[in-house]
Structure formats: C-alpha cells, structure tokens
C-alpha cells in the first residue's frame, strides 16, 4: 500500500503531498485506479477525512483534508470565497512574459460562462537542442502561477488560451509536445504542481501556510531543463 507523505497535521486539519497520478476518490470515469487519496489517508491514520478541495489526478501537490465534517464545511467556504491562496508550479511551453495577468472567462459544463483570473511570474526559462516540428530548439518555462479563482482545470485552460499549454497535459495540452515528452524522456504525467496553500485556520484563525516539495518527475524534468532547484525556486 502506498504511504502518504503528510505534509502539515493538526487537531482539525491535516494536508498531504499528493503523488502525479492518484485520484483524490473513486470515480466512474476513471475506473482502472485501485488507490486513491481519501481512502489511503483513511487507513494510514485510522479515522475518518473530508477532502476539502480537488486536485486533477495528473496534479501533484498539497492536498488539504478536514478531521471533522464542520472543518469541512467551513474550509470548502474558505475555498468557495477566494479566501485561501494558491501557489502552482507548471513547466509550460515556449517563452511565457515575466509576469502576466489572465483574465478570461471560462464556461461551466453547463455552458455558462464563470469569470476566472490567474496571475503568473515566470521564475527561469530553457531552450534545449531538441528540434520539433519547423523548429530547431525547443523553448520551456518554469512558471509559479497563483489561480484566484477556483474553476474546474483553471490553470490548464489558462495557459492554454494564452499559447503556453502546460507540458503533460493531455485535454488542454499540445500533442506534439506531449507525444515529444513521452517518446524521448518516457514521461506520462503532467507538470502541475500544487506548491503551496496559504488561509486562516477555520478554528482558531491563525495564518497556516502549508508547503510541498516537488515529485521526482517533476524534479526530472526539471534536471533536464538545465535548471538549479535549490537556486530557483
């Protein structure tokens, strides 16, 4: 049985480092998973959880879990209002701009349109001898992207609308640059990191900033950029 990297843990609340590829719960849609979040942390600390929150399954990262179903309650409020800062990390495609604001709104499955705003700083660059396509280089970005507001696939479709699809990403994504990852680095998740969760405890009110380090894919792919972990981020 996979263990769970717990990243923060208290009376009300505990948080884990979510690996690429593990679904939060059971899902219909997905029907070849056989372990998933919820019920990995359930066993490991023996007692009940309540996800508070989603990360896609290709999303690795800080994940925040309730003790308790008022916990819940009041942390899904918190997320609801805007009211809990996220941090993402994402190697994305091409030379994004030093900093950018996306302001685009994107649609519900239901087909209405929910506003949607994400700030991004771009923290290093590559450009590596790999040609594709009528290129001669490939170019990528280390990106720290702060989503805030919280719509279904946010950060994938912004970066997407934008020309800079997150590397991985196999909806909003460039195939041409996913069948590349594959091919010559054998790498089948996506490059979307949930870094950092910052928020006012729903209990006692205090400031909790929870943080988690990199996935090895992730921390791979970045050896191949050429870039310095320790240095950048």
Known sequence: MTVLDIVYQG????AINKPHGLLVHRSSIAMDASEFALQLLRDQLNRKVFPVHRLDRKTGGVLLFALSKDVERQMQQQFYD??????YLAIVRGYTNDEEDIDYPLRKENGTLQEAFTRYKTLTRAELDVPLGSHPTSRY????ANPETGRMHQLRKHFSHIFHPI???RTHGCNKQNKL????WELDTMLLHASQLSFN???TNKAIQIAA??????????????WDNENIL
């Open 11 to 14: 009376d009300d609340l505990v």
């Open 82 to 87: 805007n009211k809990v800062d996220k941090k």
């Open 141 to 144: 970005s280390l990106v720290e």
């Open 167 to 169: 590397i991985g990403d």
């Open 181 to 184: 990852f594959k091919e010559r």
């Open 201 to 203: 405890h729903p209990v």
């Open 213 to 226: 380090p990199l996935q090895p894919e992730f921390l791979r792919m970045m050896d191949i950029m050429g």
